[in-house]
């Protein structure tokens, strides 16, 4: 069955960095928009990052333009997110989802947990 399993998250100090991992499975992943949302305390799920299938277009949400990349590794069915000079505002619980096409979401993570803060 798909799965989308979620790593690398946790508590890491203002200005730190964290590396999530998102590994799938049960479906061709490289035929596959990859994208990152997160979903912070009492406010709603929101987009971080997309790639496209071939790495060919990204796009980031403004908040975080500078400071995050998504990346992918259509050999080893994983899509990354590096977070960089991370904020107290950053923190959520974030998830990886995969689209068949830019803008669609078929299937969803479980989420990981990233907390910054002193």
């Known amino acids: 069955q798909v799965q989308l399993v979620e790593s690398g998250g946790g508590l890491v100090q203002p200005g730190g960095s964290l590396r999530l991992s998102c590994a799938a499975s049960?479906?061709?992943?490289?035929?596959?928009?990859m994208s990152w949302y997160r979903q912070p305390p009492g406010k709603e799920r929101e987009l971080v990052a997309a790639?496209?299938?071939?790495?060919?277009?990204?796009n980031y949400a403004d908040s975080v333009k500078g400071r995050f990349t998504i990346s992918r590794d259509n050999a080893k069915n994983t899509v990354y997110l590096q977070m960089n000079s991370l904020k107290p505002e950053d923190t959520a619980v974030y998830y990886c989802?995969?689209?068949?096409?830019?803008?669609?979401?078929?299937?969803w993570g479980q989420g990981t947990q990233v907390t910054v803060s002193s």
């Open positions: 049960g479906f061709t992943f490289s035929n596959y928009v």
């Open positions: 790639t496209t299938s071939a790495s060919t277009y990204t």
């Open positions: 989802s995969a689209g068949r096409a830019w803008g669609k979401q078929d299937y």
